[in-house]
């Protein structure tokens, strides 16, 4: 198996849960919290949208949502209105901090306690049907006409403009005189209202009972587009001031990803413009642009949703690429995201696919460590490019290749993960084995890498500039043997194992194999068989050492001139021999190639005269 291995996210026989997710992140740390947030709202809004509890109606899901949401931002918020209540310096402001987390109850009590019963009576009612808020609303700019407003104080103000629906600004009056002069304010910055807060007052109160959740997130939207929100949507880092090791310059620009997954919900609902590569940002996700796991994984889960032909519609995510800032209507404001802010490169023509890879590269980045380098070869399987994938995923395999054994026997776990979890091809391993044996001076141990690498060429290379001289020089020829083994295949070749190979390889082989063979002569018995073989080899290597002299001496080494001058050496003796015992001298032009090693007939009356092999003659040193 030698190709490159994909990662795709199995949607069979079921896709990963958000809600999944969110069990398996660990909440020790803010990040881990948020963090666990963030799958917690994409779950109870994307995940199992057809599962509604016994006795609730099909159209009425849409409703069911919504009271999910109410009861999920209810939580989200509730510790940060109980300290808002600690501090509130009157039983109105009380009531507000008591209605930011939805608690409508407490409230009404706290306004009982400050004996205002009327407005405790009203806020019982809050939220009520668009009757009551048009005379609500009608009241108080009865009260700015006639100059009330001045002797009202804004936490009474903030109280009836909740009853009224309008979550965003309380208008005053501004006049030449003092004492009919009321202040305009924005109700969630006059109250230190967090973004969360404020967009949960448009989801209790802002909307009407019958209204979906798309409306309160497009409210909300509106109101900053329009200026009439002063609260923005910022990550939970930045309204903290926590450090995520990056110093922000657009950190004014940044949103939270609770948001950006509120923006992705209502996109899918009214086909608003909004852009994935926001939301997604890791910028906007972990604060750290170098930090893209989070990132990551959402993209990742989002797309198999996306790319599953049997997954329902509203399990899918919207990921929307519009990068246009220009648009005008009432909507424009779900594009006055992090990206609007920035130049930006020309988008590419499948963007999805161009976020991906720029998530993915920037995720595996994070990842050049000895822990963690094979998950790095992981994400990098998640690249769309065949090239790309092969590049990074061989580079990082080249750099760790000294922390696994290549010995399956040795059921070493890294090699394990990489070949049968990660399908690595097993020609990759080998190939980072031969650039390490290369660094470590191990000739022998890189030509095999390269064989088993299906390298044959370099490995070829190897051969003949290294690991042949050494074996001919020191007379070990048992490495050799073995090496040149790799090269000859158990049926016969009707070409050569690589290009060269009859200059090259075939050199070490015969001078073996002549080696060996004459060896085995006797001085009790003539073998004429053998005789025959050594001859054909004495033959062969007589043409192959004039043609390497030709073509290959100028380019060798030291240690390969000196290895070929021994063969010369060895095979000038030999047909030194066979000339003072054989009648019959031996013709190096008697055979044709490597492969024709049948000996032409004589045909010439007396022994034709033979030129001898000499060192200085065939090899030039």
């Not at 391993?429 to 001076?441: E, I, P, V, W």
Request: hydrophobic fraction near 40%.
């Amino acid at each position: 198996m030698n190709s490159v291995p994909l990662v795709r996210l199995t949607t069979e026989p079921g896709s990963l849960e958000f809600s999944s997710m969110a069990k398996a992140v660990t909440i020790d740390t803010p990040a881990g919290a948020h963090e666990q947030q963030a799958w917690q709202l994409l779950s109870l809004l994307f995940d199992d949208p057809d599962s509604l509890p016994h006795g609730v109606e099909a159209e009425h899901a849409n409703q069911y949502k919504k009271e999910v949401l109410s009861e999920f931002w209810k939580q989200l918020v509730w510790d940060d209105a109980q300290r808002h209540v600690r501090d509130a310096a009157s039983p109105e402001e009380k009531a507000i901090a008591y209605l930011s987390c939805n608690n409508i109850a407490d409230a009404c009590e706290a306004l009982l306690e400050g004996m205002d019963l009327k407005l405790a009576t009203m806020v019982a009612q809050i939220g009520g049907d668009a009757a009551m808020r048009q005379s609500l609303s009608a009241q108080i700019d009865e009260w700015r006409r006639m100059d009330v407003l001045s002797e009202m104080d804004d936490s009474y103000r903030a109280i009836y403009e909740l009853l009224a629906g309008n979550c965003a600004r309380s208008e005053g009056k501004n006049v030449s005189s003092r004492e009919n002069k009321a202040a305009t304010f924005g109700i969630c910055s006059r109250f230190n209202l967090d973004w969360r807060r404020a967009f949960g007052l448009r989801l209790w109160y802002g909307i009407t009972n019958d209204e979906p959740i798309q409306m309160a997130v497009a409210q909300f939207a509106d109101a900053i587009r329009d200026g009439l929100e002063d609260v923005k949507p910022v990550p939970w880092f930045i309204e903290g001031e926590v450090d995520m090791g990056w110093n922000d310059p657009e950190s004014e620009h940044r949103e939270d990803l609770l948001w950006g997954i509120l923006k992705l919900y209502a996109c899918s609902k009214l086909d608003l413009p909004a852009n994935i590569e926001d939301v997604l940002a890791p910028e906007n996700v972990s604060g750290n642009p170098l930090n893209a796991r989070l990132s990551f994984q959402l993209f990742q889960l989002f797309k198999s949703r996306k790319d599953d032909t049997q997954e329902v519609d509203a399990r899918k995510v919207h990921m929307p690429t519009n990068r246009g800032s220009g648009e005008t209507g009432h909507r424009s404001s779900f594009m006055s995201s992090t990206a609007s802010h920035f130049d930006k490169d020309e988008q590419a023509e499948d963007p999805l696919v161009e976020l991906g890879d720029k998530i993915t590269l920037t995720y595996a980045a994070s990842l050049h460590t000895p822990q963690h380098w094979t998950t790095a070869i992981w994400v990098y399987s998640h690249l769309s490019s065949t090239a790309m994938r092969e590049h990074y995923m061989k580079v990082f395999i080249n750099q760790f290749s000294h922390t696994y054994s290549l010995d399956r026997e040795a059921d070493d776990p890294i090699y394990v993960y990489l070949t049968d979890k990660l399908r690595v091809p097993e020609t990759w391993l080998h190939a980072a084995a031969a650039l390490r044996a290369k660094t470590d001076g191990d000739a022998l141990s890189q030509a095999t890498h390269l064989i088993h690498a299906h390298e044959l060429d370099e490995a070829h290379e190897v051969l003949c500039r290294k690991v042949g001289p050494e074996a001919i020089i020191s007379r070990d020829f048992d490495p050799l043997r073995d090496l040149l083994g790799h090269f000859q295949p158990d049926a016969p070749r009707r070409k050569e194992p690589v290009q060269g190979w009859a200059q090259g390889g075939q050199i070490y082989f015969d001078y073996i194999e002549l080696i060996d063979l004459t060896g085995q002569r006797t001085s009790y018995r003539v073998d004429e068989e053998l005789n025959k073989r050594i001859q054909t080899l004495l033959a062969r290597l007589q043409k192959a050492l004039e043609t390497a002299a030709k073509e290959r001496l100028d380019g060798c080494g030291l240690e390969e001139r000196v290895a070929l001058m021994e063969i010369a050496g060895t095979v000038a003796g030999h047909v030194a021999k066979s000339q003072v015992s054989s009648p019959w001298p031996l013709r190096a032009n008697e055979y044709l190639s490597n492969d024709d090693t049948e000996q032409r007939s004589r045909s010439c009356p007396t022994p034709p005269t033979h030129r001898r092999l000499a060192p200085q003659a065939r090899v030039r040193a």
